[in-house]
């Protein structure tokens, strides 16, 4: 029974860094073939993947924002983040943080999205 629930500012200023975290009860993040993801949706964009952090720490993002995206992990509170950096007005979105197990059947868990408006 695995939940997610993101916190952080709702409001960032411009040129400042966005900071999340997820946190996930119900589940280990270090379970074997687990992924950890950070997901934001626009209505001009979608959904959009940012990146994810395995099971094993490794991490992987998307390569239009990689240069300012850092996702990193507490195994000891079983918490993941995302530090989104020199951010603008069009990183407003509403932000989500997902886990997917890939062992045997899919499933995926979603968190309960959390709105982030960049404004000054």
């Known amino acids: 029974q695995v939940q997610l629930r993101e916190s952080g500012p709702g409001l960032v200023k411009p040129s400042q860094t966005l900071s999340l975290i997820c946190t996930v009860s119900?589940?280990?993040?270090?379970?074997?073939?687990?992924?950890w993801s950070w997901i934001r949706q626009s209505p001009g964009k979608g959904l959009e993947w940012m990146g994810d952090?395995?099971?094993?720490?490794?991490?992987y993002y998307r390569p239009s924002l990689k240069s300012r995206t850092s996702i990193s992990r507490d195994t000891s509170k079983n918490q993941f983040a995302l530090q989104l950096s020199s951010v603008t007005p069009e990183d407003t979105d509403v932000y989500y943080c997902?886990?997917?197990?890939?062992?045997?059947?899919?499933?995926?868990?979603w968190g309960q999205g959390t709105q982030v408006t960049v404004s000054s």
């Open positions: 997902m886990g997917s197990d890939t062992d045997y059947l899919p499933r995926d868990f």
């Open positions: 119900g589940g280990s993040i270090t379970t074997a073939y687990y992924y």
């Open positions: 952090i395995a099971y094993s720490g490794s991490t």
